[in-house]
């Protein structure tokens, strides 16, 4: 493994300090989670070879006017085990603003079924935030880019 590798938990802080603000005081009673399928590595050419990629997850704050709580932020591999976890503790979005985590291309421990999981809370009625990933990578002359929507973590059963 290169010198490259995920963002470390407490960074998130460090790099995007601009984008938060106070944790409210309020009770959080609005929350959800996005399930983010992600792509460190994929099979090309019939299973031959394997296409590294960066990895950049975005969480967007869509809300024009209250802040946006995260509670977690986690990394898992293709076998659903935790590499990262990027909270210490919950931090807040200011309203429209965005944070990143960002995977390089030589850091594989994801693999080919790779995701994150966010979990956010509000102190009530908000937009549903945003979060993607973007994939970027290269195998030869070629160059790929490709994006991910997070899906909203719903509880699916009997009626």
Do not use: C
């Amino acid at each position: 493994m290169g010198d490259a590798i995920a963002q470390s938990a407490g960074s998130l802080e460090q790099n995007f300090a601009n984008s938060l603000t106070t944790v409210p005081s309020e009770p959080l009673t609005v929350s959800g989670a996005f399930y983010v399928p992600v792509y460190s590595s994929v099979a090309m050419s019939q299973g031959k070879l394997r296409a590294d990629f960066s990895v950049t997850l975005s969480v967007h704050n869509a809300s024009e006017t209250k802040p946006l709580v995260l509670k977690r932020i986690a990394y898992f591999d293709t076998a659903g085990k935790m590499v990262e976890s990027y909270l210490k503790s919950p931090v807040a979005l200011k309203p429209f603003s965005t944070v990143e985590i960002f995977i390089a291309t030589t850091d594989t421990r994801g693999g080919t079924g790779a995701n994150f999981v966010v979990d956010w809370t509000a102190t009530n009625e908000i937009a549903e935030p945003v979060v993607e990933a973007l994939m970027v990578g290269g195998v030869g002359a070629g160059h790929y880019a490709f994006i991910s929507q997070g899906r909203p973590v719903k509880l699916v059963g009997k009626n």
